[in-house]
């Protein structure tokens, strides 16, 4: 079956580390997004790519890093320029063609500084 | 620029009563509209949307939601509340265009009372 795939689950990061989240699709969509969730804030868009090899950043997009090399495949890099890296991340896909379904969501990673 | 208000961060109710789940959009274009569901520490899953056409959109597990553009109002509502139904709820609006970034709500968490 068609997804998204989020890993890993839980994520702990030591104070001045950079770190990597996964996320890749097998859906052929052709725009992918980053989220990041805190309690009652809901979701913020940290960056996303309409296309491969191009994307934009998102209202938070300071300390993080994301490449889009492949179609596929979408991973967002928390710097360490990132004070407050404690979070819920939620990586989701969409079409780009006019029938716009909304979006399919990763089940996500909780990324904890420790 | 887009903007999503849910109204109340919780909501509480009895089993088999009904449920309201208040939204409000700003939006200086037709909107998409949409409505997810998460259970603790999973991705959003989606409930139904609202795109073009009929304004009162049916989705899964019972739930409906009514676009009413008067109102800018997208109210989620199922007429009787199962324990399987506490989660928190979150409302979308992106522009009418494939591809744009999703705008959420901070969402609403409702609990279901035996």
């Known amino acids: 079956d068609g997804g998204i795939t989020q890993s890993p689950k839980y994520l702990f990061r030591k104070e001045g580390q950079n770190v990597t989240l996964s996320c890749e699709q097998n859906?052929?969509?052709?725009?992918m997004y980053w989220y990041r969730q805190d309690p009652g804030q809901g979701l913020r868009l940290i960056y996303y790519?309409?296309?491969?090899?191009?994307?934009q950043k998102g209202d938070i997009a300071e300390g993080y890093s994301v490449s889009r090399e492949k179609k596929e495949s979408f991973p967002l890099t928390v710097t360490s320029a990132q004070k407050n890296p404690t979070a819920f991340y939620l990586c989701?896909?969409?079409?780009?063609?006019?029938?716009?379904?909304?979006?399919?969501f990763g089940s996500g990673t909780r990324l904890t500084v420790v | 620029a887009q903007s999503v208000t849910q109204l109340g961060s919780h909501v509480s109710v009895s089993e088999g009563a009904l449920v309201l789940l208040r939204c409000n959009y700003s939006?200086?274009?037709?909107?998409?509209l949409f409505w997810y569901v998460q259970y603790p520490n999973q991705g959003l899953q989606l409930l139904l949307k609202?795109?073009?056409?009929?304004?009162l959109v049916k989705g899964i597990n019972g739930f409906e939601a009514e676009f009413k553009k008067s109102e800018t109002s997208f109210h989620l509502t199922k007429p009787s509340a199962h324990m399987s139904d506490a989660a928190e709820y979150f409302c979308?609006?992106?522009?009418?265009?494939?591809?744009?970034?999703?705008?959420f709500g901070k969402g609403t968490t409702l609990s279901v009372s035996s």
């Open positions: 859906l052929n969509h052709d725009a």
């Open positions: 979308a609006v992106s522009e009418s265009q494939a591809g744009t970034a999703l705008i």
């Open positions: 790519s309409q296309i491969v090899n191009d994307f």
């Open positions: 609202y795109t073009t056409g009929a304004t």
């Open positions: 989701a896909s969409s079409t780009r063609t006019d029938d716009f379904r909304g979006y399919t």
């Open positions: 939006s200086s274009v037709p909107p998409y």
